[in-house]
Every structure is written in C-alpha cells, then in structure tokens.
C-alpha cells in the first residue's frame, strides 16, 4: 500500500476529489431504496459473519469444500464494505464526495475481491470435479496444501488484475469534470470524465477482463463437462440426486455472480449510449 499511496502523490490530475452521483436523484425512491439495500447490507454482513463462525467452530466442516466456502464469504464480506457505504451516503447526502485517492483505493479493493471471487468460484469447480469424477482420490488430490496454494493463487491473481487496472487509471488526468455518473468508483465511469486519452485503459481493461472470463469460464464449462458425464454414467437415482445436491449451490452462485456482471457491464454500456445520444 506504500507504493500505491507514492503513486498517487505523484499523480498530475488535477482533481482532488469526486462526487458520486448514485443510483437515482427522485428524490421519492431514495428512501425505499436507503432502505432496501441497508437491509440487503445488512443481510450480507450478518449472514457471512455467521457462516465464517460455523465453520471456524465447527470441526466437522473443516473439508475442502467448505474451506472454499469460508473464503467466498471472507470476500463478500469484505467486497460489502467496499461499495455499499457509498451507495448508502448517496441515499442521504445532497453531494456525495469521495477524495481522489479514497476513489482510487476503492477502485482497487472492488477489482481485487472481484476478480479474486472469480477465481475462487473457478477453484471449487475444481474441486466439484474431483469430488464427483475422482471420490477415492479426493483426500489426496484435495489436500490441505494444495487448497491452500488455489487460494493463494486466488488472491495473487486477484491482486495482479486489481494493480493493473488501478496502475493504468492513476496515469490518466481528470480536469473536465468530476461527476462520476455511478454510486463507485468504477472503472468505465471513471474513464468516461477522463480528459486524457483512454484508449490504452480500454484495451488493457478489456484484456485482463477477457483474460479472467475466458480462464475462469473454461474450468468451470470443462469441469463441470466431466462432472456431467460422470453423472450420466451413475447407474443409481442416489448417486445422481447426491452430486446434483453437491453442484447445485456452486452453480447458482456461478449464475448469479456471472448474471449480476453481465447486467452491469449491459447498464454501463446503455448510461454511456445515451450520455453520446
């Protein structure tokens, strides 16, 4: 974090602070919404917190699996405190401003949880896999060891992608506007109010982000290939129901992670549209 906080002294935008303008200014859904994704910030802090705790207390879920899950939450957990209390100071303040360098640390600790969830949803496709195609070799393949070395390649990966795109944005300047036309700091809303060229930005965000989907995309799309396969091959309606059970809440977290991504990404492209129409 030193070197970051060095590289954004140096820094030559001339901006020292953004306001964020949040999801809406009717002022007659604000409140719904203060309340709405308080309870949901709420939910989420409380429901993560709990599950961390079971499975730190409880020894019986001490397994693979469930050292996945301990990290999944570890990082919703944390991903909550990155955005949302934005989002919330938007729903009751008439300017909600955020320093340059505050903007920038926000930057990075949303792409890093995002980027590291990613990751750790790739790693327990892996390990779905090897539950369901390799049963007697689970122990050994899953070992305590290797978990540990998936997750620290999470987390390192995680960190590299989060660096680039938090390196590439402190390079630019900011002297035209400072309204960013979000409730975070985000990386296209942010390259949309640049006033240097973002060409280079887009293509390196463009790249990193492909190169994460595609990896991630193809172990999980491969893994859970084989995983079908596998399933197709079981002869009882019991091994079919119990490895159905096994994948089931991977794979809508998958949905969901991937959906709300995808939902995202369609919002920012359509807010950009219209800034251009």
Known sequence: MKVMKQILKESNSSVTEFILMGLTVNQELQLSLLVLF???????VVGNL????LICLNSHLHTP???FIFNLSCIDFCYSFVCNPTMLMSFVSEQNTISYEGCMSQLFFFCFFVNSECYVLT???YDRYVAICHPLQYTTVMSTKICCLLMFASFLMGFAGAMTHTGFMIRLSFCNSNFINHYMCDIFPLLWISCSNTYVNELVSSAVVGTIIILS???ILVSYALILSSILHMSSSKGWSKALGTCG???????????????????EKSHKLNEQL
């Open 65 to 67: 699996m469930y050292f």
């Open 217 to 219: 995309s193809l172990v």
């Open 38 to 44: 308080l309870l949901n910030y709420t939910a989420t």
């Open 249 to 267: 809440s991977h794979i809508i977290t998958v949905s969901l992670f991937y959906g709300s991504g995808l939902l995202a990404y369609v919002n």
């Open 123 to 125: 790693a327990m496709a």
């Open 50 to 53: 709990s599950l961390m705790n």
